[in-house]
């Protein structure tokens, strides 16, 4: 299932803190780490950090680890695939701007422990949020689709979804599914 025929394989980055031990804030929250993009496909919205597996990559997973690195300055050390999440557009834009084959077929890494120092970079401007804030977000600052996995996510489970998207971001129809392995 992780590499199917004629679909373009991608990663995404999902960096979680455990709350607690800071007192220099209010809540025990969980936080993440997350990137508005500030350029190219899904420019303006808070996403985790990742982007295409190329041929040079060893794995899916040195291909997340690489992108989390290039756009966050951060080198992931425990990197767990949580979800599949597969993406079909039927609008000539995103063709344009993802000249690569549709679908997508998007892996989701959770880490929780990572070396380095955050930076900006010319893709990511990173923000560490509240996990339950994260929902303040889903008012179109973010992908439609992450509103709907986000809660397996958070809440530790493995999913597999399929997304239609029109004219690019809006989100036409959706499966879903929590299962046992990926
Ligand atoms: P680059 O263009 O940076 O790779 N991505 C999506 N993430 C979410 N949450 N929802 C979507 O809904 C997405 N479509 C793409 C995958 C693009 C990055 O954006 C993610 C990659 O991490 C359609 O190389």
């Known amino acids: ?25 209010n809540s025990h929250s969980p936080r993440v780490l997350l990137g508005r993009k500030k ?4 420019q303006g919205f808070y996403n985790g950090f990742g982007g295409k ?35 079909i557009w039927d609008d000539a834009e995103a063709e344009q701007s993802s000249p690569n084959a549709q679908p997508w077929d998007v892996h989701v890494y959770k880490c929780t422990e990572c070396e380095g120092d955050v930076v900006e970079t010319d893709e990511m401007a990173p923000v560490w949020m509240d996990v339950d804030k994260v929902p303040e977000l889903y008012d179109g600052r ?9 809660p397996l996510f958070f809440a530790d489970k493995l999913f597999r979804g399929t997304f239609h998207f029109e004219k690019t971001t809006v ?3 959706f499966t879903l599914e929590e299962v046992s392995e990926i």
């Open 1 to 25: 299932l992780s590499r199917r025929e004629g679909h373009k394989l991608l990663t995404l980055v999902l960096f979680v803190k455990s709350g607690g031990g800071d007192s220099s804030r």
């Open 39 to 42: 350029r190219g496909f899904g």
């Open 53 to 87: 597996v190329e041929a040079s990559d060893a794995s899916i997973l040195t291909a997340a680890a690489r992108e989390m690195k290039e756009e966050s300055g951060l080198v992931p050390t425990d990197l767990a695939l949580k979800g599949v999440l597969t993406f």
């Open 142 to 150: 973010m992908w439609e689709d992450d509103q709907h996995w986000h």
């Open 171 to 173: 989100l036409k129809h």
